[in-house]
């Protein structure tokens, strides 16, 4: 079945470091992939998507690159700052097998100064 | 625009209580889906809807269940609560489908004691 595999947390990085966080994917057909990011008390906010093989997204400094051939989606930021601190979500979709999204177990991230 | 709107945000049931949450989606979109989040069971998938039709459920019992109203306004409904119940539940509205992408809402907190 289809499923999301992501970077383990939590991750802790000074402000302006480079930032990855992995994420892989398993799909029986050929999904959209999405990051979403979490911050203290809120749902969820789109990060990025993209929706075909080689299509990259970005979004505030944000990067990903939807890889077929290891099946991935790795999360980038180039410098993070503080305020970038939240938990960060892989998701896919799959219109194989419904609507729905398949969620990682979300990588938790936190900047200092 | 306004986003998704789910109401309350905070709710405090005792067991064996029955529970009704609302959502009401962006306006214009007609994909209703809901989620569980819980620390050791991440984001689950609930159910989905679209002009008033169930089209996809996930793994929880029949004391969950669901209903979108022609204006795609939904609302969930557990009966008999349990403690593990105890979740943030997530309402998120798309267009038509999740191969496009979810918008979430802010979430309702419920504690069952």
């Known amino acids: 079945g289809d499923s999301v595999t992501q970077m383990e947390g939590p991750v802790t990085l000074s402000e302006e470091a480079f930032l990855t966080i992995n994420c892989t994917y398993t799909?029986?057909?050929?999904?959209?992939l999405f990051w979403y990011v979490q911050y203290p008390g809120e749902g969820l906010q789109l990060l990025l998507k993209?929706?075909?093989?080689?299509d990259k997204g970005s979004n505030k400094g944000f990067e990903a690159t939807y890889r077929k051939e290891t099946t991935s989606f790795h999360l980038e930021k180039g410098s993070v700052q503080v305020s970038d601190s939240a938990v960060y979500f892989c998701?896919?979709?799959?219109?194989?097998?419904?609507?729905?999204?398949?969620f990682g177990t979300g990588t938790s991230l936190t900047v200092i100064p | 625009k306004a986003g998704v709107t789910q109401t309350p945000r905070y709710l405090i049931k005792t067991r064996g209580q029955q529970v009704t949450l609302s959502c009401s989606p962006i306006?214009?979109?007609?994909?209703v889906s809901w989620y569980q989040q819980t620390p050791g069971q991440g984001l689950q998938f609930l159910f989905e809807?679209?002009?008033?039709?169930?089209?996809n459920k996930g793994n929880f019992p029949g004391r969950f269940s669901g209903r979108q109203f022609s204006n795609s306004r939904s609302e969930m409904n557990v009966s008999t609560l349990e403690l593990g119940d105890s979740a943030l539940y997530l309402c998120?509205?798309?267009?038509?489908?999740?191969?496009?992408?979810?918008?979430f809402g802010s979430g309702t907190r419920l504690t069952v004691v």
């Open positions: 998120a509205s798309s267009l038509e489908a999740a191969f496009y992408g979810y918008t």
């Open positions: 799909a029986t057909g050929y999904p959209s």
């Open positions: 993209a929706t075909k093989a080689d």
């Open positions: 998701a896919l979709s799959d219109p194989n097998t419904g609507n729905q999204f398949y």
């Open positions: 306006s214009g979109h007609r994909s």
């Open positions: 809807y679209f002009s008033e039709t169930q089209r």
